[in-house]
């Protein structure tokens, strides 16, 4: 498989999913002193050249799903984001992941890292400070590196605990949270999740979103609020969860 690096802006950059291996598209953004990659996929020719990119990494996750997060013990990174649920899943991929995340403790129990890890939680942290190994995301986390990255907790149907990114105020990446939980021949989404997740795309700027594994994954974002939003109006009074039939 030969690997191609796909242009979207001078400073925004994607590699394509494959689904043999089931790999995501893997997002390169270029600061000034680090290449952000949001998802780093499950395809280790994608690892190898990721590590070929002679820059400092920043990493951060989408999601736990393995075809999003499979090569994060491959790839030769700085600092890695990602939620509370997606850790949970570390130890399969980095087998001392509990020693390394174990023996930053004493620093940050000591001061030395709580002003990194306050503002790693949520706020700005401009580049010239330093961040932990390990960001466990709760609240926004906004860099400025020649190039302006948001990274927010996104609520959505398709997997718990998910982050989006969002580039230059301009464009959304954001993994696969348009997409719902399968049961057989019904897509099903949660209804109050989906109303927080439309909630929060209409309040981020930008007018463009970036969903993973389609041939054509740049939107506009108005069309994708169309879209969810008639999802939403199906939804039943005291049911939880809207269910569309794939025929529909």
């Known amino acids: 498989m030969s690997i191609e690096q796909i242009k979207i802006t001078e400073q925004i950059s994607y590699i394509k999913a494959s689904e043999n291996p089931l790999s995501a598209d893997v997002i390169l953004v270029d600061g000034q002193e680090y290449l952000y990659v949001f998802d780093v996929g499950n395809n280790e020719q994608v690892a190898e050249y990721l590590n070929a990119i002679p820059k400092k990494k920043r990493v951060i996750l989408s999601h736990f799903h393995t075809d999003h997060m499979g090569n994060i013990g491959r790839v030769q990174w700085e600092n890695v984001f990602f939620g509370a649920n997606t850790e949970k899943y570390f130890q399969h991929y980095i087998s001392d992941y509990a020693a390394q995340r174990f023996a930053e403790l004493p620093a940050a129990l000591t001061g030395a890292l709580s002003e990194e890890a306050a503002e790693g939680s949520g706020g700005t942290m401009q580049n010239e400070k330093k961040f932990p190994r390990y960001v466990t995301v709760f609240d926004t986390v906004t860099i400025q ?104």
């Open 145 to 248: 590196d020649g190039v302006s990255v948001e990274i927010h907790p996104v609520p959505n149907s398709h997997a718990k605990g998910s982050l989006l990114l969002q580039v230059n105020e301009e464009t959304i990446f954001i993994g696969d949270s348009l997409y719902s939980k399968v049961d057989g021949d019904t897509y099903v989404y949660n209804a109050q999740l989906l109303k927080e997740e439309i909630e929060l795309l209409k309040e981020l700027p930008g007018n463009q979103i970036f969903s993973c594994h389609e041939a054509r994954p740049i939107k506009a974002k108005a069309g994708v609020l169309r879209f969810l939003e008639q999802i939403y109006a199906k939804r039943e009074k005291n049911d939880a969860y809207i269910r569309v039939s794939k025929k529909e």
